[in-house]
């Protein structure tokens, strides 16, 4: 074989082996780009599943905060529900008492009011009232309010010196401040 046709046939070889090396290379880039294509098929499915389980659990925070606000409401309304039931039982003594009036006489009337005052206080510190009491008869302006007030030489502080409305707490909480008359020093003239 001559030089010429050596030469040729080692180009020939060498083409081949770089076609060879090329079609190698776009087999592997043919598979890279199916696994790569298999993968975004793969990452587009899990997308849709949790963008689906996202609205699902959105849905169910949704109706479940509806459902809090529902009960919440359905609490304020109906809170006071057991309280009032056991008010009516005193409304009902007072209406009996109130229907009978006509034929027992005062003291009889006088004992079953009693008893209903009573009954109808019970009842409200079950709940938690407390009346406010007057300690020392000393004027306490946390849990007074002076409605009069009444100069006396007698006196070096303020304090009651009768009371008007009776006052009360809830739950150590002042509901109503008791109304006054509060007794004070006589200023100098």
Not at 59 to 70: F, G, P, Q, S
């Amino acid at each position: 074989m001559s030089e010429e046709n050596k030469s040729r046939t080692e180009e020939i070889k060498k083409e081949k082996k770089e076609q060879e090396d090329v079609n190698e290379e776009i087999k592997e880039l043919k598979s890279k780009l199916n696994k790569k294509g298999k993968e975004i098929k793969l990452l587009k499915k899990e997308k849709e599943e949790f963008k689906e389980k996202f609205l699902r659990k959105a849905a169910d925070m949704e109706n479940l905060r509806k459902r809090i606000e529902r009960d919440k409401d359905d609490h304020y309304k109906y809170a006071l529900s057991e309280f009032i039931k056991e008010l009516l039982t005193v409304l009902d003594n007072f209406e009996r008492a109130l229907g009978s009036r006509d034929q027992e006489n005062d003291e009889s009337f006088r004992e079953g009011m009693e008893l209903i005052h009573k009954q109808y206080l019970d009842l409200l510190i079950k709940k938690g009232l407390k009346p406010i009491e007057i300690k020392d008869k000393k004027f306490d302006p946390n849990l007074h309010q002076a409605i009069v007030t009444e100069e006396s030489d007698d006196v070096e502080e303020q304090f009651v010196g009768e009371e008007f409305q009776k006052g009360y707490s809830l739950h150590a909480r002042l509901l109503r401040p008791t109304l006054v008359k509060v007794i004070v020093p006589k200023k100098g003239e």
